[in-house]
């Protein structure tokens, strides 16, 4: 269980206890926050999970996920990661994201 605080397009923070184990993205679906597409449910070849890491130990996104967010429809900065690819564990505790304001 670590605890992450998604910020929404709208401004508004939420933060929640998201099991071990789940990605950031099946956080954020399971608990209606607003923002994450998924399209793809998770096979990293939608971009519509497009997140930016705000503050945490995300580590450093794969070859599969660079190459995807090339692809996404909002700004690419230096912090996106798609969040179907951030599996929550003790490592992502105080995890924040910020949910840019289009998947599309
Ligand atoms: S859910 Fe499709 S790339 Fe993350």
């Known amino acids: 269980m670590a605890k992450i ?14 099991p071990d184990g789940c990605s950031v993205m099946e956080g954020a679906i399971d608990n209606g926050i607003e923002g994450i597409v998924a399209q793809c449910g998770g096979g ?3 971009g519509t999970c497009h997140v930016y890491v705000l503050s945490g130990a995300a ?7 660079l190459e995807m967010l090339e692809l996404v429809a909002a ?3 230096p912090n996106s990661r798609l969040s179907c690819q951030l599996e929550v ?3 992502l505790e105080g995890l924040v994201v910020q949910i840019p304001d289009r998947q599309y």
């Open 44 to 46: 990293c070849s939608c």
């Open 89 to 91: 564990g003790p490592a």
């Open 75 to 77: 700004e690419r900065k």
């Open 5 to 18: 605080t998604y910020i929404e397009p709208d401004g508004q923070r939420r933060e929640l206890d998201v």
């Open 59 to 65: 580590g450093e996104p794969g070859e599969e996920e």
